[in-house]
């Protein structure tokens, strides 16, 4: 057919007399020629580019769907956080919105999920609390202190009534040798190993007088516990530990009871020993007087260290188990000193 074609066009060239038939023959023959000569990498590209622009259309409708969905999403939190708060007759405002989200937002389940005892205002103030609402299973609940802002901690339910849980260490998941911010405002898994942080103990123990209960296990799952009316005193007094006469246990105390002791980090040295710093050497924050006596919070080991300065690194209480012995497992709770332990 091309062949054809173009035969029938040279025989038009010899009676073509003009410019205007020369240029007619010519676009003939181009049109005879094109349909043959079409890069067909130019085709596959083409056909590509216009798949990329639906597929991005695509894409597009779905992210203005999905932020459809995140909007309607917010207002209906919204919404059901003024239904539980109407009785308060409280109008949505810029302000009261953030509020609200943050609200929302706490009570999400999160890594460490809380439970929370029904209540119809206010949370309650600590794990005694929570069991005085009528729980008694051990985990994760959501308290408020005083004015302090809500936050998750571990409330351990005995006989007695629910405790605070500070600090629990128990298989080395969680690294203990933090600085000070971290320890201030607490770090680690409330449902393995966690330390609460000291700012959240202080509005606990704001409240009123507290007992401490430090219970230790050794590898040989032997245990010792060891109650003390104590005072943590705030962020001014680099968190002042004073300890009172032990009220029951047979722990030997290992953290002078008088004058207390100021909290240590490496990066913030508090201790009693002028000569180097405790939290730097043994690792670890903790309430140190001359390094000797005891850590809970140092290095985990779960098979005793080849290296004496290793040994002397981990969690050991010295009146108990010497000062090389690395404990197993450890325990630091709070609770009202009301209550009859």
Not at 66 to 87: P, R
Request: proline share 4%.
């Amino acid at each position: 057919r091309l062949w054809a074609g173009l035969r029938a066009a040279a025989a038009e060239a010899e009676s073509v007399t003009s410019e205007r038939g020369l240029r007619a023959l010519v676009d003939r023959v181009q049109r005879l020629v094109r349909p043959r000569t079409t890069d067909p990498v130019t085709a596959v590209r083409s056909m590509a580019e216009a798949q990329g622009r639906s597929v991005e259309q695509l894409f597009a409708r779905i992210k203005d769907q999905q932020w459809q969905l995140d909007k309607q999403s917010i207002q209906i939190q919204i919404l059901q956080s003024k239904l539980g708060e109407g009785k308060h007759n409280l109008n949505v405002s810029p302000k009261w919105r953030s509020l609200l989200k943050r609200r929302v937002e706490e009570s999400s389940p999160t890594q460490n999920s809380s439970k929370e005892p029904a209540r119809p205002h206010k949370l309650p103030s600590d794990c005694d609390q929570v069991y005085l609402a009528g729980e008694r299973a051990n985990g994760v609940y959501r308290i408020q202190p005083g004015t302090a802002l809500p936050f998750p901690a571990f409330c351990q339910m005995t006989a007695e009534g629910g405790w605070t849980v500070v600090q629990r260490r128990m298989d080395g998941t969680v690294n203990f040798d933090r600085l000070w911010q971290e320890y201030r405002n607490g770090f680690g898994n409330l449902n393995s190993e966690f330390w609460l942080g000291l700012e959240k103990v202080c509005a606990v123990t704001g409240q009123g007088d507290h007992i401490l209960r430090i219970e230790l296990q050794d590898w040989d799952n032997h245990t010792q516990h060891m109650d003390y009316p104590f005072h943590l005193g705030s962020e001014a007094t680099h968190y002042t530990l004073s300890l009172g006469s032990a009220v029951s246990g047979s722990l030997r105390i290992a953290i002078s009871p008088a004058s207390g002791l100021r909290f240590s980090t490496r990066d913030q040295d508090h201790d009693l020993k002028l000569d180097s710093s405790c939290a730097q050497h043994l690792t670890g924050g903790w309430w140190f007087s001359s390094c000797g006596q005891a850590n809970l919070n140092g290095r985990y080991f779960a098979t005793r260290p080849r290296q004496r300065l290793e040994r002397k690194q981990g969690i050991f209480w010295k009146p108990w188990k010497g000062r090389n012995y690395s404990l197993k497992a450890t325990t630091m709770m709070i609770h009202p000193a009301k209550l009859s332990v």
